[in-house]
T-cell receptor, first 114, second 113 residues
């Protein structure tokens, strides 16, 4: 069935270091891959997304890469700051079949130490 | 531009009762999605409404239901509440269904005692 595996479950880095979170999806028809950041007591906030016709996308300190062959996609955060500390979720969805749903990974708790 | 809003922020119910959760999408968005975020289980897709119709539902029992109103707002109803229904219920909206970016609200925290 549809599944998204996310690793690691927790990640601790020093301020200024880079952080990488990796996800693997099972549904080969998936073609849309968003990343969300969820702070305590809040709903998930979209931080970046990528579609399957693109291999990489960057927005300031955040970048996402996609390897369709391996069904992997990753989030890269450079020059981390304490305010980057949160839970990060990857997700995958397909536009064909009209499912509408996002399949989420289990989340990664990122802690950035000052 | 106002984001997705949800009410109430918190809801406490007892087993067997019914809960009603409400969601207002971003202006111009016609699709509304409901997700359950239970502790340790991540976000699970519940329901998708578009143009007033239920388009898809996740692997949840029929006591989870909802509707979408002509103004595109939505409500989620959970009947015969069980302890394991305690969770954060998140609503998201998008311009169109299927592959469009979903924007989430702050959620309703439901506690079933």
């Amino acid at each position: 069935g549809e599944n998204v595996e996310q690793h690691p479950s927790t990640l601790s880095v020093q301020e200024g270091d880079s952080a990488v979170i990796k996800c693997t999806y099972s549904d080969s028809a998936s073609n849309y891959f968003p990343w969300y950041k969820q702070e305590l007591g809040k709903g998930p906030q979209l931080i970046i997304d990528i579609r399957s016709n693109v291999g990489e996308k960057k927005d300031q300190r955040i970048a996402v890469t996609l390897n369709k062959t391996a069904k992997h996609f990753s989030l890269h955060i450079t020059e981390t700051q304490p305010e980057d500390s949160a839970v990060y979720f990857c997700a995958a969805s397909r536009s064909s079949g009209n499912t509408g749903k996002l399949i989420f990974g289990q989340g990664t708790t990122l802690q950035v130490k000052p | 531009e106002a984001g997705v809003t949800q009410s109430p922020t918190h809801l406490i119910k007892t087993r067997g009762q019914q809960a009603t959760l409400r969601c207002s999408p971003i202006s111009g968005h016609t699709s509304v999605y409901w997700y359950q975020q239970a502790l340790g289980l991540g976000l699970q897709f519940l329901l998708w409404y578009d143009e007033g119709e239920e388009r898809n539902r996740g692997n949840f029992p029929p006591r989870f239901s909802g509707r979408q109103f002509p103004n595109y707002s939505s409500e989620l109803n959970v009947n015969a509440l069980e302890l394991e229904d305690s969770a954060l219920y998140l609503c998201a909206s998008s311009l169109l269904g299927t592959g469009e970016t979903q924007y989430f609200g702050p959620g309703t925290r439901l506690l079933v005692l």
